[in-house]
């Protein structure tokens, strides 16, 4: 991290290669993560976002290309990242026999914590989510949702620079979702950069700054949601009308600024160039159609994802 | 590739301590540890049991009364206290040992510890450790009571040389307890399945108890030749059979704990005692110091700190390529 541009960068991987045999589990992908910001990693099974953050933490060799966390290379000096870092595993274990307490308190031996302050610091951690009434119960009571917030105590309890959560949500009902969602944003507040994996999208963007489209172990698009959505999508204000009574389209298609209208489910979806709605209510009125809906569409990641694996494979 | 980008910094026995304490408590606390510790007192109390009895109906005296304790065969049972730990002390090594890895990737807590300032060199060694010093544990509390009720029993306490013979053979049962600890390791790192682990590692245990005792004879016998030319001929194939039936670290351990606890051996092998007699001048039943015994089994004991290590050293290598992810 000699560059003075790149210093509030925690993660910077460039040229990044995993194989496996001759498969390119992860393909020369470059991937800088900021300081303080909630990155999403998304893509399908099996295109490359788990072993990519094995190779961050050192857990599995990299094939090529270089890494680095926090300015340390995860190869040589394992042990520095990983004392920095705090990972959130796809479907987390604990030790179902021992408290919650007393799985942190093995943690934080391995951690090197000073004894003196081992306890306040879990009990500040399981506060923090929402576990300390239960911190002396077996793990093996848990549900899976107290599981994760357990695994996201125990990067409290680290006071980790970097979290890295794979797949955080999978296999939590909705109110689960929501909580560990909170304590996510808790976690950027805290200035802690959070790298999560996810194929939940419509979660991942509620609360990512950033997101990466991974696909076959190559990053297909990179940025915020907007960014992304501009790129499939297409630029625009993205429009839906309902009406009826009228030739719609007709009507829409003569509003200045709109470049294509396409019928979506009994409505229409229009893209223009500015905000149109206005006129277009207008318009619609006054042809002596029946305006029943207007709204302005959010670009959703899940559009966005949709779209761009059906262009892939239609290109495929 | 990456491999030559240099070395790996920091030391790899960061965090063995954490790992090491909590194995050791574990075990202690675990339930299965208190299986074992019937198992042993039911196995291990009732040969010595019988062996009191027999040896309070000895009159002749014998300066080693105390150590017979530990090697006669009782009348009302043909197995004698060693011979019980021969086939116990494995049995708890592969209890203790059987799902040391594969349990913690069962649970999913393996990359969660991996995730945390440690090499997997710690990890590995400290749980071994661990669990050899749950055995050593358990021997030496299996020792004290034996020791306790000969006191009771026998009336006589034990003299010096008893005492540091005694010790020695503890030493050499947990060498013992370590090749088995790290042959039920490998398998726990070799198989994701805690089941397939066991059931490996059991059949090795009996592989070598029943099977290998009859394949090595009848291999010797196949290289016996029609008729013996020379007493060294007749010595050099005991040799060969000998060396086969080493391999077996249960054989390593008969031997180790026959040369400390009887003092009269001289050698292992019907014509080797023999030959010793006859050109050496030595006479049967007079017994060998202390330090000359330990020299007789000092072999025996290298070779089974020796196989532990070469088979820890297996499993070293095969958990470090192993991918952490499910």
Same mark, same amino acid.
């Given at each position: ?75 040589? %000096? ?126 991942? %963007? ?111 | ?326």
């Amino acid at each position: 991290m000699s560059d003075p541009l790149e210093v509030d960068n925690v993660i910077e991987a460039r040229g990044l290669l995993k194989l496996y045999g001759s498969a390119r589990a992860v393909d020369a992908i470059d991937l800088s993560i900021r300081k303080g910001e909630i990155f999403g990693l998304l893509g399908p099974n099996g295109a490359g976002k788990t072993t990519t953050i094995l190779m961050m933490l050192g857990l599995t060799e990299t094939s090529g290309g270089s890494i680095e966390v926090l300015g340390f290379n995860p190869v040589r %000096q394992p042990l520095e990242v990983k004392r920095r870092v705090g990972y959130l595993p796809d479907a987390v274990g604990f030790y179902d026999n021992l408290t919650a307490r007393e799985n942190l308190v093995y943690i934080a031996r391995l951690l090197d914590i000073p004894r003196r302050q081992t306890t306040a610091r879990i009990m500040e951690a399981l506060e923090a989510v929402q576990l300390a009434d239960v911190a002396d119960k077996r793990v093996a009571t848990y549900s899976r949702g107290m599981r994760q917030r357990l695994g996201i105590a125990e990067i409290v309890m680290k006071k980790a620079e970097v979290a890295i959560l794979d797949e955080p949500t999978s296999g939590l009902d909705p109110h689960a979702t929501f909580e560990l969602l909170e304590m996510i944003r808790g976690l950027k507040k805290a200035n802690v950069a959070v790298l999560l994996s996810s194929h939940l999208l419509d979660r991942v %963007q509620s609360v990512c700054d950033r997101v990466a489209l991974f696909n076959k172990g190559k990053i297909a698009l990179m940025g915020t949601v907007v960014e992304l959505a501009n790129q499939v999508l297409g630029a625009g204000h993205p429009i839906l009308v309902e009406a009826s009574g009228i030739d719609v389209p007709a009507v829409l298609k003569g509003i200045e600024g709109v470049q294509r209208v396409v019928p979506e489910g009994g409505a229409w979806r229009i893209v223009a160039d500015r905000d149109v709605r206005a006129v277009a209510a207008q318009r619609i009125v006054a042809a002596g159609g029946s305006l029943t809906r207007l709204a302005e569409l959010q670009p959703s990641l899940e559009e966005v994802y949709t779209r761009y694996f059906e262009e892939a494979r239609r290109a495929a | 590739m990456q491999r030559n980008q240099g070395r790996r910094e920091g030391s790899p026995f960061t965090g063995l301590g954490p790992v090491f304490v909590k194995e050791l408590s574990d075990h202690l606390s675990s339930t299965r540890m208190m299986v074992l510790t019937l198992f042993v007192i039911v196995f291990g109390a009732l040969p010595v049991g019988f062996t009191l009895q027999t040896l309070r109906q000895v009159t002749q005296s014998d300066q080693f009364l105390f150590l017979r304790i530990f090697t006669v065969e009782p009348e009302q049972a043909p197995i004698s206290f060693y011979a019980a730990l021969t086939f116990m002390i494995p049995l708890m090594a592969i209890g203790l040992g059987f799902d040391a890895v594969n349990s913690e990737f069962n649970r999913r807590t393996l990359s969660r510890v991996l995730s945390q300032p440690i090499y997997r060199d710690a990890l590995l060694l400290g749980k071994f450790l661990g669990g050899l010093a749950t055995l050593a544990v358990a021997l030496t509390a299996l020792f004290l009571i034996v020791f306790g009720a000969g006191l009771l029993l026998l009336g006589l306490p034990p003299r010096g040389p008893e005492v540091a013979r005694g010790l020695a053979f503890l030493v050499v049962a947990i060498a013992y307890g370590g090749v088995w600890l790290a042959v039920a390791m490998l398998f726990s790192v070799i198989f994701r399945s805690t089941a397939t682990s066991a059931l490996c590692a059991l059949g090795l245990w009996l592989f070598f108890f029943i099977l290998w005792p009859m394949i090595a004879q009848a291999i010797t016998t196949g290289f016996a030749p029609s008729q013996f030319r020379s007493v060294d001929e007749v010595l050099s194939l005991e040799a060969f059979g000998q060396a086969l039936q080493r391999l077996s670290p249960g054989t390593l351990f008969g031997e180790a704990v026959i040369g400390l606890l009887q003092p009269e051996t001289k050698a292992f092998g019907q014509f080797a005692n023999l030959v010793m007699q006859q050109t050496r001048g030595m006479i049967q039943g007079t017994p060998l110091p202390f330090d000359q015994s330990l020299l007789l089994i000092w072999p025996q004991i290298t070779g089974l700190i020796a196989g532990m290590i070469v088979v820890f050293s297996i499993a070293y290598i095969v958990f470090q390529r192993e991918e952490v992810r499910a």
